[in-house]
């Protein structure tokens, strides 16, 4: 017994097999959308920046996905009320030395911000994966946390303004008092 389909029944299959493909295409650019939309808000500018850095917003975000994985792994903890204290003291004498040397007021506080994040559990890595890690936590703090870094170890031809070193000054005092801060167990501050 063989069994034939009709015309009608063939033209019937391929409309049903063509809506089957056409709606779970959708579905799986829905999906693309919303993931990248989650990203977005959840990396703000570091979204864009790896989107650059990688070619294309599949791999970025393969990329951001891997940086989550990596904290997510790490014993990251909140300072003690001591280390807080200290820290706090720290960042006045830092920022009371600015009016006087400001460039060496700037590098200590890129120093005080890397001691700060060393203490909450950051590795010890070069700033570019230090940064990495702390974006998937604080992406809004990423774009002061590069710009006073970079104006911090830029060398001595290329000195910074008075001006420059004060943006720095105020971008650090931004990240310090975010990263200084107690948080809520699980809670990752979104870029928007």
Same mark, same amino acid.
């Given at each position: 017994?063989?069994? /034939? ?35 977005? @808000? ?5 979204? !864009? ?16 996905? +891997?940086?989550? @994985? ?29 009016? +006087? ?12 911000? @890397? ?9 010890? +890595?070069?700033?570019? /994966? ?19 870094? +970079? ?25 310090? !008092? ?15």
């Amino acid at each position: 017994m063989s069994f /034939q389909l009709t015309p009608i029944q063939i033209t019937i299959v391929a409309v049903v097999l063509l809506l089957v493909v056409a709606i779970a295409v959708g579905l799986y650019l829905k999906h693309r959308k919303t993931r990248t939309l989650g990203f977005k @808000n959840r990396f703000g500018s570091e979204y !864009d920046r790896a989107v650059q850095q990688h070619g294309t917003p599949k791999k970025a975000e393969a990329k951001l996905a +891997d940086r989550e @994985n990596r904290v997510e792994k790490m014993k990251i903890r909140e300072l003690s009320p001591t280390e807080r204290d200290r820290f706090v003291a720290e960042w006045q004498t830092v920022q009371s030395r600015f009016v +006087d040397h400001p460039k060496s007021a700037v590098t200590e506080a890129d120093d005080l911000v @890397n001691a700060l994040l060393e203490a909450r559990g950051y590795p010890k +890595d070069g700033f570019e /994966q230090r940064a990495a890690d702390v974006s998937v936590t604080y992406p809004r703090l990423m774009e002061n946390y590069r710009v006073g870094h +970079d104006i911090a170890v830029r060398p001595g031809k290329a000195d910074a303004s008075t001006e420059e070193l004060r943006t720095a000054m105020i971008q650090y005092r931004a990240i310090f !008092d975010e990263l200084v801060q107690e948080q809520a167990p699980g809670q990752v501050r979104t870029a928007a």
